[in-house]
């Protein structure tokens, strides 16, 4: 008996299909995810004594934490030189002196930080400067 082989196929695996789920699921996940860049500064305020003023929607407010640095209406500044404040408080401001400049500085910011605020509110001319604080608890 003479028995002759058969040519087998080879088997092959298909891997497109496998390609194209991990592709969709890529851009699943890169549709759906969403990025925030937060530069909120954590701060402590100093506390004291005293009415609470109030505050109209127009104006400056210069966050500083307790390392000094800077943040200008929610946008944190690249660097804590004078020049940099200026330029900043400048942009903001539009040309109107008259807006109320608030200082909000943390409870163990260096003092040298908050005198540079009210240094460059100074010299740009803004008259009506007020500094945060909390009540004691």
């Known amino acids: 008996m003479k028995f002759k082989r058969q040519d087998r196929e080879e088997l092959?695996?298909?891997?497109?299909?496998?390609?194209?789920?991990?592709?969709?699921?890529l851009i699943f996940f890169m549709v759906s995810t969403t990025f925030t860049k937060?530069?909120?500064?954590?701060i402590s305020?100093?506390?004291?004594d005293g009415e609470v003023s109030e505050t109209t929607d127009k104006s400056i407010e210069v966050v500083i934490d307790k390392s000094g640095a800077y943040s200008i209406n929610g946008q944190a500044l690249i660097n804590n030189?004078?020049?940099t404040i200026k330029s900043a408080l400048e942009k903001i401001s539009n040309g109107k002196r008259d807006?109320?400049?608030?200082i909000t500085a943390d409870a163990n910011t260096p003092h040298q930080a908050v005198v540079r605020a009210m240094d460059a509110a100074?010299?740009?001319?803004?008259?009506?400067?007020?500094?945060?604080?909390?009540?004691?608890e």
Request: zero cysteines.
């Open 12 to 25: 092959q695996l298909n891997l497109t299909p496998l390609i194209d789920v991990v592709f969709l699921l």
């Open 38 to 42: 937060e530069n909120h500064l954590a």
């Open 45 to 48: 305020l100093p506390e004291a």
């Open 81 to 83: 030189q004078i020049a």
């Open 99 to 102: 807006l109320p400049f608030v």
């Open 122 to 136: 100074g010299q740009l001319g803004f008259a009506h400067l007020s500094i945060t604080s909390k009540k004691p």
